[in-house]
T-cell receptor
């Protein structure tokens, strides 16, 4: 099925551990995004990639790094996890400004707990 | 602050009733989108309205856009228990989402 695939779906980390969240889309979208969502709150933009080869900081980038590996894949890395990074992480993709701009397509999320 | 802000924060209605939620934004937009999020799931795109459109329909959904007031509304007619979810608006410009409206439809 076409869409955005995130892995893993669940992860528990110890404080200080590192991990990479993977995201891939097969809709040929130019732009990809990483958001986090905390209980009762909206989504906050961590990083985005407007096109292959570019990445930019969003609203809450501290403690994270990203890589736009190719047009399909956009990964999010936590170098030294902290309990404040316990959250649900969503990847999304879109093609803004194109005739086929139908908004964002979201993955199903990664639920991360840092203990 | 967020570009798109939804209100009310929470809405509880009976099945069969209509539900209306609103979104306000601050700067000019190219389009505005509405999304639904079921508990623990990703956001699902519902409908997109462009800045030169005033109203759009999709099934039981009706979206209006008033660019002079920088606001949009989402109307869900004849609501069902399955419509229970959080609803978010977003504008293309700054990739931000508000806190959403949490809709509960009671059977």
């Amino acid at each position: 099925n076409a869409g955005v695939t995130q892995t893993p779906k669940f992860q528990v980390l110890k404080t200080g551990q590192s991990m990479t969240l993977q995201c891939a889309q097969d809709m040929n979208h130019n732009s990809m995004y990483w958001y986090r969502q905390d209980p009762g709150m909206g989504l906050r933009l961590i990083y985005y990639s407007a096109s292959e080869g570019t990445t930019d900081k969003g609203e809450v980038p501290n403690g994270y790094n990203v890589s736009r590996l190719n047009k399909r894949e956009f990964s999010l890395r936590l170098e030294s996890a902290a309990p404040s990074q316990t959250s649900v992480y969503f990847c999304a993709s879109s093609s803004p400004g194109s005739p086929r701009d139908y908004g964002y397509t979201f993955g199903s999320g990664t639920r991360l707990t840092v203990v | 602050s967020q570009q798109g802000e939804e209100d009310p924060q929470a809405l509880s209605i009976q099945e069969g009733e209509n539900a209306t939620m609103n979104c306000s934004y601050k700067t000019s937009i190219n389009n505005l989108q509405w999304y639904r999020q079921n508990s623990g799931r990703g956001l699902v795109h519902l409908i997109l309205i462009r800045s030169n459109e005033r109203e759009k329909h999709s099934g039981r959904l009706r979206v209006t856009l008033d660019t002079s007031k920088k606001s949009s509304s989402l109307l869900i007619t004849a609501s069902r228990a399955a419509d229970t979810a959080s609803y978010f608006c977003a504008t293309r410009n700054d990739m931000r989402f508000g806190a959403g409206t949490r809709l509960t439809v009671k059977p």
